[in-house]
């Protein structure tokens, strides 16, 4: 018997009985379209990281007080170890040839309200800089300038998820003024959207003068960060260890391995965010392999009682002169034949699905 006559065959078989032909398909389907679907969702969440990280500015690092982990292992000192001083030093060193641009930033949470309006809101103590190295875009408005710090101008720059809860009636919120820790702010800038979601949300922040938040906000005179932008990405670590034997020798620190601060490269944190969205990527696709593997074992045990049904249909073919290994190939191919259809179908729902998402 010719193949094409099996395949024929093999359709006509199939379609006698559509119901138990569709709920064999139905488990490829199902394992096909979970895979494609739980892929694209983890890769999809791994580009949507790797996006917002390098968001937040090029050729960056940060320079965190606590102590170095070593090993994987270590335990975070006091975090009053950077100051105001190390990033003047950092801006203005000789030794320091790789950097461009230094940002000191101080952080912290507070409650800002305006009228019946409330939230809770990280508030960042930036100067002019902060902007530049972290790729500040305005939607209205200015940032904060190096007169408003001078000056201690209580003014302030809003993200938009801020202007939703406190301005929910909408227009523009440059010029109007909110109270932050009851003190009255004016608001002179509304950045971008840049999205994201939790305590990393760019869009849910305010801005306000570097030594108004040190002095009169947040009450510390130490910084949370320093914020580097380096001049190209060839000079990354040029500037990291830089910076690095830099601040130990302000620090009187001779072991780098007791240095009471971090560096941290954007690449480093990219680095972290990609091997752990992979690790959540490679889950998801277990999971969905295993309703594949249900998929075939169900086109197994149908191909099976199918042979038991049709054991008349068997014993006459070999009366009639059928060899073995022409009725295993009808079998197989109609098992072929359930497993490309299923696969198609969940392909095409896979993908329509994910082009909707």
């Given at each position: ?8 065959e ?14 064999a ?34 050729n960056?690092l ?16 006091s ?18 040839t ?7 930033e ?12 409330n ?41 938009p ?10 227009g ?19 950045t971008a ?52 034997y ?24 990219l680095s ?21 593997l249900?998929?075939?074992i169900?086109i197994?045990n ?10 008349r249909?068997?014993?006459l073919?070999?009366a ?16 072929i ?21």
């Open positions: 018997m010719l193949y094409t006559e099996i395949v024929t093999a359709l006509g078989t199939l379609t006698i009985n559509k119901l138990r032909t569709g709920l398909a139905l488990g490829i389907v199902i394992g096909i379209g979970s895979v494609i679907t739980l892929v694209s969702l983890g890769q999809a969440t791994q580009q949507s990281i790797q996006s917002r990280i390098q968001s937040l500015g090029a960056l940060t320079v965190s007080p606590g102590a170095q982990r070593q090993g994987g292992v270590g335990s975070a000192t975090d009053t170890t950077l100051t105001s001083a190390d990033a003047e030093a950092i801006q203005t060193s000789a030794q320091i790789s950097v461009a641009t230094v940002s000191p101080v952080d912290g949470r507070v409650q800002v309200t305006t009228g019946k309006n939230s809770n809101i990280r508030v960042n103590g930036v100067l002019p800089q902060y902007a530049e190295v972290h790729k500040v875009t305005l939607d209205s408005g200015v940032f904060i300038t190096a007169e408003d710090n001078n000056s201690r101008r209580k003014v302030v720059v809003i993200g998820q801020v202007e939703a809860d406190l301005f929910p009636d909408g523009d919120p440059v010029g109007k003024t909110i109270r932050i820790k009851g003190t009255s702010f004016q608001v002179v800038g509304l959207t840049k999205g994201g979601s939790g305590f990393g949300n760019q869009d849910n922040v305010v801005y306000v003068p570097l030594s108004v938040a040190q002095e009169q906000l947040l009450g510390q005179p130490y910084l949370s960060d320093i914020s580097l932008e380096a001049k190209s990405s060839e000079t990354m670590t040029q500037a990291q260890n830089e910076v690095g830099l601040l130990l020798a302000r620090h009187k620190l001779s072991d780098p391995t007791k240095a009471d601060f971090r560096i941290q490269s954007q690449a480093d944190i972290a965010a990609t091997s752990t969205t992979g690790t959540f990527t490679s889950l998801l696709a277990g999971i969905a392999a295993i309703s594949l249900v998929g075939g169900g197994m149908i191909m099976l009682v199918t042979v038991t049904e049709r054991t249909e068997i014993g073919r070999k009639l002169g059928a060899k073995k290994k022409t009725i295993v190939t009808q079998f197989l191919i109609e098992s034949i359930l497993t490309f259809v299923g696969g198609v179908i969940g392909m095409v729902i896979g993908c329509w699905r994910n082009f909707n998402n």
